[in-house]
């Protein structure tokens, strides 16, 4: 597609409920990777992809999240159980290739809201 | 770990006002970026500085790189309305990995 795609784009779930967030990437981008962003901070890093193997997941905040990118192209983050605390903005985006030097495209992002 | 501190974090001014907002860190980088975020949106690139003392224009902006790469700054000349976000700077990975982002700025421009 032109652009990268996030769904949905906005979901509220009962504290510990599962859901499930997805995003479908440029056509042909290599690399992908989720952000979460909270209100009126700057987006932190969860994951990264190169392809279908996760290469980092660092910034994933507890094992309740788990994210999976089977075909290299389209990419699931689940969390498990929501709690309060993980209401935010989820961000993906995907970059051409590998380099970090390439520019980095961000979808409209998934609001979550746990109540 | 490579913190970027921003500010001022809140930013409110008139149409046609000149501001700059800031970008400091105690790393060096081989390049910063500065992103544009809208309400409801993803953060959009505007601008990546590579050179140590590099100046980069875009229309009414103009991003600058500190000499020793470890700050950046952005200034707007005669702001509009369609300015208003949240500014973002970002370290990009050196390598594969992730960029990292400040907390940013929230600039609004009132008509």
């Known amino acids: 597609g032109a652009g990268v795609s996030q769904s949905p784009r906005y979901k509220v779930a009962k504290r510990g409920q599962d859901v499930a967030l997805r995003c479908d990437p440029i056509s042909g981008h290599v690399s992908l990777f989720w952000y979460q962003q909270a209100l009126g901070q700057g987006p932190e890093f969860l994951t990264y992809?190169?392809?279908?193997?996760?290469?980092?997941k660092s910034g994933l905040p507890s094992d309740r999240f788990f994210a999976e990118r089977p075909e290299g192209s389209v990419s699931t983050l689940k969390i498990q159980r929501t709690q309060q605390e993980d209401s935010a903005v989820y961000l993906c985006a995907s970059r051409l290739t590998y380099s970090g030097a390439n520019v980095l495209t961000f979808g409209a992002g998934s609001r979550l809201t746990v109540l | 770990t490579q913190l970027l501190e921003q500010s001022p974090q809140f930013l409110s001014i008139q149409e046609g006002e000149n501001l700059t907002v800031y970008c400091n860190s105690s790393s060096v980088f081989s390049s910063l970026q500065w992103y544009r975020q809208e309400p409801g949106e993803g953060p959009v690139l505007l601008v990546t500085v590579v050179t140590g003392g590099e100046v980069k224009k875009l229309k009414r902006l103009t991003f600058q790189f500190g000499d020793a790469r470890k700050d950046s700054s952005l200034h707007i000349t005669a702001a509009q309305p369609g300015d208003t976000g949240l500014y973002l700077c970002a370290a990009p990975s050196t390598n594969a990995g992730k960029s990292t982002f400040g907390d940013g700025t929230t600039l609004t421009v009132k008509p």
């Open positions: 992809f190169q392809n279908e193997a996760q290469l980092d």
